[in-house]
């Protein structure tokens, strides 16, 4: 433990004790809350546009609180440490899931690991406001088996020809890389029938005005 590179982690993930898993510890919503403050989880296929609906989401509502993940893969062009991942190396990884910091974490695309920090989330929704996630199928699965008042919310594309397309459009993986993805994508879309919801992202601005209703961010 002495050697671990937690350093980095203070201002993230030090703040009070750590939170034991316990379904009662998750449990967010105070009796009697309208459910407002529970847990979101957005998943679907790579591409779909997960990240540019909660991008809209945020625009509009700029206090919501958003899971910065960690992962082991390399930064894109323009993303920025500590704002669009925590970028840790794998031992940084491994000491996390040692210490039981992760809420949940995976393999994606068999590459590379990602992982939601549990206490900013735990703090969040233990005060009293909502928290979103966007993760992939077997995060959604953990954070469902952990916390069962959670809310999952499958994207789906309008159709698989379009998938494809905004993949390769946004042009940030190499074809072996959108291979992978898609081969991900295919077994992804069987599971949208495990969410609460399906969201057809075939408008941001609709997807997105959807994704607020079932959140009660609505006025
Ligand atoms: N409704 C839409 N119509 C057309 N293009 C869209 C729509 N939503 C998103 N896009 C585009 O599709 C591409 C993929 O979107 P985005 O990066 O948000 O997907 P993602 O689901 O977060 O992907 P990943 O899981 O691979 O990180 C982007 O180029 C984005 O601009
Ligand atoms: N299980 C988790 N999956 C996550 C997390 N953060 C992101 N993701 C998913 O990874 C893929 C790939 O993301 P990319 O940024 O490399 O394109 C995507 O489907 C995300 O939803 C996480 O904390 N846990």
Same mark, same amino acid.
């Given at each position: 433990?002495?050697?671990?590179?937690?350093?980095?982690? *203070?201002?993230?993930?030090?703040?009070? @004790?750590?939170?034991?898993?316990? *379904?009662?510890?998750?449990?967010?919503?105070?009796?009697? @809350?309208?459910?407002?403050?529970?847990?979101?989880?957005?998943?679907?296929?790579?591409?779909?546009?997960?990240?540019?609906?909660?991008?809209?989401?945020?625009?509009? @509502?700029?206090?919501? $609180?958003?899971?910065?993940?960690?992962?082991?893969?390399?930064?894109?062009?323009?993303?920025? =440490?500590?704002?669009?991942?925590?970028?840790?190396?794998?031992?940084? $990884?491994? #000491? !996390?899931? =040692?210490?039981?910091?992760?809420?949940?974490?995976?393999?994606?695309?068999?590459?590379?690991?990602?992982?939601?920090?549990?206490?900013?989330?735990?703090?969040?929704?233990?005060?009293?406001?909502? #928290? !979103?996630?966007?993760? =992939?199928?077997?995060?959604?699965?953990?954070?469902?088996?952990?916390?069962?008042?959670?809310?999952?919310? $499958?994207? #789906?594309?309008?159709?698989?020809?379009?998938?494809?397309?905004?993949?390769?459009?946004?042009?940030?993986?190499?074809?072996?890389?959108?291979?992978?993805?898609?081969?991900?994508?295919?077994?992804?879309?069987?599971?949208?029938?495990? $969410?609460? *919801?399906?969201?057809?992202?075939?408008?941001?601005?609709?997807?997105?005005?959807?994704?607020?209703?079932?959140?009660?961010?609505?006025?």
């Amino acid at each position: 433990m002495g050697s671990r590179p937690e350093s980095r982690w *203070h201002g993230v993930l030090a703040m009070g @004790h750590h939170v034991p898993m316990t *379904h009662a510890s998750h449990r967010a919503a105070p009796p009697g @809350h309208d459910g407002a403050a529970r847990l979101t989880v957005l998943a679907g296929p790579t591409a779909v546009g997960k990240g540019t609906i909660v991008a809209e989401l945020r625009r509009r @509502h700029p206090g919501l $609180f958003v899971s910065v993940s960690a992962t082991t893969r390399s930064p894109r062009c323009g993303e920025i =440490d500590g704002t669009h991942y925590h970028f840790i190396s794998d031992e940084e $990884f491994d #000491a !996390l899931v =040692d210490d039981e910091q992760m809420l949940e974490w995976a393999t994606v695309h068999g590459c590379h690991r990602y992982g939601t920090p549990r206490r900013p989330v735990i703090q969040r929704l233990e005060a009293g406001a909502p #928290a !979103l996630l966007e993760i =992939d199928l077997a995060g959604a699965r953990q954070v469902r088996a952990a916390m069962p008042d959670a809310r999952l919310v $499958f994207i #789906a594309p309008p159709s698989w020809e379009e998938l494809v397309s905004r993949l390769v459009g946004r042009g940030t993986e190499g074809q072996r890389e959108q291979e992978r993805r898609l081969a991900t994508a295919r077994v992804e879309m069987e599971a949208a029938g495990e $969410f609460d *919801h399906t969201v057809i992202n075939d408008s941001v601005a609709r997807a997105t005005d959807e994704i607020e209703s079932l959140m009660g961010l609505r006025g």
